[in-house]
């Protein structure tokens, strides 16, 4: 384990009831130049602003600063605010303004067990972030028994996904392990129901969701199984695969609502969502990977690059990508397609990846755009190849401030808000097979099919 340079302070300057020691790397909560005549034309005005209006204007200023700078500019809108007068610093007392914006700016929905107010929620996230734009994190590699036999049995990562406290990683012989973040050990391994199979590698693992209480993972031969993270039984078929039905499952993904599989092989059958709650079947079709159905029925008896893509975003839509075509399309009305679009000079499937409202698509060029999932608009260009060090194939994901490129084992971090390149990981890696990340962690797993986590939390 290795960690970089000290970590952010414990409360930034400008949020009420701290010691005002921010420390240098904090300068995002220092007042702008024109603060101090702001203010004292706003001091002449509290005290005919009831505190409701003051705490709706405190919020407002802050959602407007993440929209048009960023997410860290929120504490310096909040600062100039609160140090108006004390009626107003008072405002930072509100529990539920610390939730509303915790909600809005940091996607955070539930608090932290080891936070016990919203406003700590507020800072840990923005001191998190801070030490992402930084590049202060702790390095650790994941190791599991038994250890992997890739060199013997072809053993390899196909899959990696992240939540709050838990990590999970599917193989190709179709087992999915389980680590616990905070500790770092390995809890649990599962292992699909036995049946025959159609081909070596139709039990490879091609999707999970994860959550801190539930795990569902599928199979490329379409089989959904489903675990209850805690529970020491084995893990339960929801959905058994019709292969020859309906193709190869080259992408399974999802949310707490919504289950959807992303088919190549068969006509007509590219999607199938199901409702996350009664797990029962309530969509399929699409003709997205109509042209990839050799490739998808390749999957079966041999790894090769991935076929397609398919991310849910926080907008209960869907999209999804080949090599040659992107589409979204509204979860709410399965049939209702967003938007679509075709790239003839080709698409690098494995740079596709999606956060909240946005995702990121690269083409064959090194040239990675970040759109909106609501109408496919461009907010932000990459140019990936410029900063040297991307031949090849570049694997990529993003979270809600960064976009992470792989290639040659090196992880570069570029700004999703403007396009600059900010640093490299110092790590040098292997081959790399997967990488994902969120607004805390960051993993890969290499071909000796071990997995490297990057953590960048508040400490």
């Not at 996607?107 to 030490?131: F, L, M, P, V």
């Not at 990488?435 to 071909?447: E, F, P």
Request: net charge negative.
């Amino acid at each position: 384990m290795s960690s970089s340079s000290p970590s952010a302070p414990s409360s930034p300057e400008g949020f009420g009831g701290g010691d005002g020691s921010g420390g240098e790397e904090e300068e995002e909560f220092e007042p702008g130049p024109s603060s101090s005549s702001s203010r004292s034309r706003m001091k002449a005005a509290n005290g005919v602003w009831p505190e409701p209006f003051v705490e709706a204007l405190a919020f407002q200023v802050a959602i407007d600063a993440s929209r048009n700078i960023g997410r860290l500019a929120a504490g310096a809108a909040l600062a100039n605010m609160f140090q108006v007068c004390s009626t107003w610093r008072a405002v930072s007392r509100s529990d539920l303004l610390w939730q509303s914006l915790t909600g809005r700016v940091w996607n955070r929905r539930r608090r932290g067990i080891q936070h016990n107010t919203w406003r700590d929620e507020y800072i840990y996230w923005h001191q998190t972030a801070n030490n992402f734009r930084m590049g202060r994190y702790i390095y650790t590699n994941l190791r599991f028994d038994p250890p992997p036999t890739d060199n013997v049995n072809g053993l390899r990562c196909c899959r990696v996904v992240l939540s709050d406290h838990h990590l999970a990683a599917g193989f190709s012989d179709g087992s999915v392990r389980l680590f616990h973040i905070p500790s770092r050990f390995h809890l649990s391994t599962f292992r699909p129901h036995y049946r025959d199979r159609l081909g070596r590698f139709s039990s490879a693992v091609s999707g999970i969701i994860l959550s801190d209480t539930r795990l569902v993972f599928a199979s490329q031969d379409g089989d959904i199984h489903v675990v209850v993270i805690g529970n020491p039984g084995l893990p339960r078929r929801a959905h058994l695969g019709h292969v020859v039905n309906d193709g190869a499952l080259v992408d399974f993904t999802g949310c707490d609502l919504w289950w959807v599989g992303l088919y190549a092989g068969v006509p007509g059958r590219a999607f199938h969502v199901w409702d996350g709650e009664s797990e029962e079947l309530v969509f399929v079709g699409g003709t997205l990977t109509d042209p990839e159905a050799v490739m998808g029925w390749h999957l079966l008896t041999e790894l090769t690059a991935p076929v397609g893509r398919v991310r849910v975003t926080s907008q209960e839509t869907v999209v999804a990508c080949t090599s040659l075509r992107l589409i979204v399309f509204d979860l709410r009305n399965q049939g209702f397609i967003i938007g679509e679009e075709e790239f003839p000079g080709g698409l690098m499937v494995g740079s596709f990846d999606a956060d909240n409202e946005s995702f990121m698509v690269a083409d064959d060029r090194g040239v990675a755009s970040i759109r909106r999932a609501e109408d496919l608009g461009e907010t932000c260009r990459l140019n990936v190849r410029s900063s040297g060090g991307f031949e090849g194939v570049v694997l990529a994901c993003m979270n809600g401030g960064y976009a992470l490129m792989c290639a040659g084992g090196v992880i570069r971090v570029f700004e999703t808000e403007g396009g600059r390149y900010v640093y490299s990981f110092r790590e040098r890696l292997g081959d790399v097979h997967v990488i994902v990340g969120d607004d805390r962690h960051v993993a890969a797993c290499t071909n000796d099919a071990i997995i490297h986590l990057w953590d960048f939390g508040a400490q």
